[in-house]
């Protein structure tokens, strides 16, 4: 069994800043890719940003320069700084991890449960 907990949601003015963090618990034998996805109200899921375990990182143009990914591979958990927020920001946030259980095992995706942040005055 692996579990993603997500945490570091909540609401905050324009311009502010939040930091999300997901940790990867659980039957784990090695974390590929990690990163972050979000989904508005009325709006599909769109992917945020992805860091390789490599610390190789990836991000939407709507967020560069403003959300910064990163990623602790000791604790299996991966962090977005998310600073000059806007209201357009606001969506569940949910952490996704390529995890591989065994040693050749087949890699899964996991998801977080989400977390809430909105940005509103």
């Known amino acids: 069994q692996v579990q993603l907990v997500e945490s570091g949601g909540g609401l905050v003015q324009p311009g502010g800043s939040l930091r999300l963090s997901c940790a990867a618990s659980?039957?784990?034998?090695?974390?590929?890719?990690m990163g972050w996805y979000r989904q508005a109200p009325g709006k599909e899921r769109e992917l945020v940003a992805t860091?390789?375990?490599?610390?190789?990182?990836y991000s939407v143009d709507s967020v560069k320069g403003r959300f910064t990914i990163s990623r602790d591979n000791a604790k299996n958990t991966v962090y977005l700084q998310m600073n000059s927020l806007k209201p357009e920001d606001t969506a569940v946030y949910y952490c996704?991890?390529?995890?591989?259980?065994?040693?050749?095992?087949?890699?899964?995706?996991?998801w977080g449960q989400g977390t809430q942040v909105t940005v509103s005055s």
């Open positions: 659980g039957s784990i034998f090695r974390v590929n890719t």
């Open positions: 860091i390789t375990s490599g610390g190789n990182t």
């Open positions: 996704n991890a390529e995890i591989i259980r065994s040693w050749g095992g087949y890699v899964d995706d996991h």
